[in-house]
């Protein structure tokens, strides 16, 4: 089975930074994509950065020029840095990666448990 495993969330202050951590273990062949999505309080879950396993990543705007997404293959984990962090930014963060158990298989997505980041004023 596999399981994602999310550290790294906490309470600043706006202007602060954080590093987001997310590793995937358990019975893996390969995994393609990772990545961060959000979902604050009666917003909708959205991608915050996506990181391939050629290196093609993406943001949302709204983070473009603070957050950068980054991965280690050989350790199964992609971190998330955030910097000039603001209120805004304060949800339950996501990991996501797709993953092959067995060789020949499709990937399937696998989800983190989430990690509250919470931005004061």
């Known amino acids: 089975q596999v399981q994602l495993v999310e550290s790294g969330g906490g309470l600043v202050q706006a202007g602060g930074s954080l590093r987001l951590s997310c590793v995937a273990s358990?019975?893996?062949?390969?995994?393609?994509?990772m990545g961060w999505y959000r979902q604050a309080p009666g917003k909708q879950r959205e991608l915050v950065a996506g990181?391939?396993?050629?290196?093609?990543?993406n943001y949302v705007d709204s983070v473009k020029g603070r957050f950068t997404i980054s991965r280690e293959n050989a350790k199964n984990t992609v971190y998330l840095q955030m910097s000039s962090l603001k209120p805004e930014d304060t949800a339950v963060y996501y990991c996501?990666?797709?993953?092959?158990?067995?060789?020949?298989?499709?990937?399937?997505?696998?989800w983190g448990q989430g990690t509250q980041v919470t931005v004061s004023s």
């Open positions: 990181i391939t396993t050629g290196g093609r990543i």
């Open positions: 996501n990666a797709e993953i092959n158990t067995t060789p020949g298989s499709y990937e399937y997505d696998y």
């Open positions: 358990g019975l893996i062949f390969s995994i393609n994509s």
